[in-house]
């Protein structure tokens, strides 16, 4: 089908400017395209200094050359979330080479669509790892730096699937359910210590991904109807409820589930 009409971006010179992500060290994983790529670019844009993982080198190259001209130069380490020891051991990395890590983004997933009846415990652990359990281990990770400094930020990204109960991806849904239970159960547990963590929760955001996999003219027709906004949520959109929630205007907001979903 043709590619979706793209809404009209505001101009920059519209949007919010946030002091607190000057010179802010911040991590996304899965940077390199969708909405990853969309924060990498938001959060360089406002001085923040930006590191993001991602599998896709050649993708994440041509972000950073975009970017060229932005305060601090983004970051780019390519390492596979699967790998728990790997996602260590390079977010360690990255806070030598920068720093330690004031804002991590848990945005990296993987919606495969799927029936129930062809789940194998192999796919439940393959799914599960790259929607929820890179989450919880890269939050493990930067914990203890966030807690030695009294203050620090970690955003996981969720998604309307587990809130509405959508068909088609059982185990996809399973695992953004538990996505805001970690947010939920970190918030509580590190809140003393100046940490803050919050969810967002996107509806259909219109990526690359969503246009070349899942967008036909009867799904569109549905999103239309179901949505109070009847425009494309943008990867945009969801990068700047992300500034938001790292910068320190959200300074009281923690173990929230933040929903970006048009009014579906």
């Known amino acids: 089908m043709p590619e979706a009409r793209r809404p009209q971006a505001e101009p920059p010179s519209s949007l919010a400017t946030y002091p607190s992500l000057r010179d802010r060290r911040v991590v996304i994983s899965g940077g390199a395209n969708g909405i990853g790529a969309a924060m990498v670019a938001a959060f360089a844009e406002q001085g923040a200094q930006v590191a993001f993982l ?81 989450q919880f281990f890269a939050s493990q990770a930067v914990l203890p730096a966030m807690r030695d400094a009294g203050s620090g930020v970690i955003i996981n990204l969720g998604s309307i699937t587990f809130l509405k109960g959508f068909a088609d991806l059982p185990v996809y849904v399973t695992a953004k359910g538990g996505v805001v239970g970690l947010t939920r159960a970190l918030a509580r547990e590190w809140g003393a210590h100046g940490v803050r963590v919050n969810c967002i929760i996107p509806g259909w955001v219109l ?45 009281m907001c923690t173990g929230q589930n933040f929903v970006i979903d048009g009014g579906r």
Do not use: Y
């Open 54 to 134: 991602d599998v896709d080198t050649a993708s994440a190259l041509a972000l950073i050359q975009q970017l060229d001209g932005c305060r601090h130069r983004p970051l780019f380490r390519c390492c596979d979330l699967q790998d728990l020891e790997a996602l260590r051991s390079t977010l360690t990395e990255l806070a030598t080479a920068i720093g330690a890590l004031q804002v991590l983004i848990n945005n990296a997933a993987r919606d495969d669509r799927h029936q129930l009846e062809d789940v194998t415990p192999e796919l439940w652990d393959e799914l599960i790892g790259v929607n929820l359990r890179h």
């Open 207 to 251: 990526t690359e991904r969503q246009q070349r996999l899942w967008l036909t003219p009867e799904a569109d027709a549905e999103r239309r109807r179901t949505q109070s906004l009847k425009d494309w949520i943008l990867p945009e959109d969801v990068a700047r409820l992300a500034l938001f929630l790292a910068s320190d205007d959200s300074r």
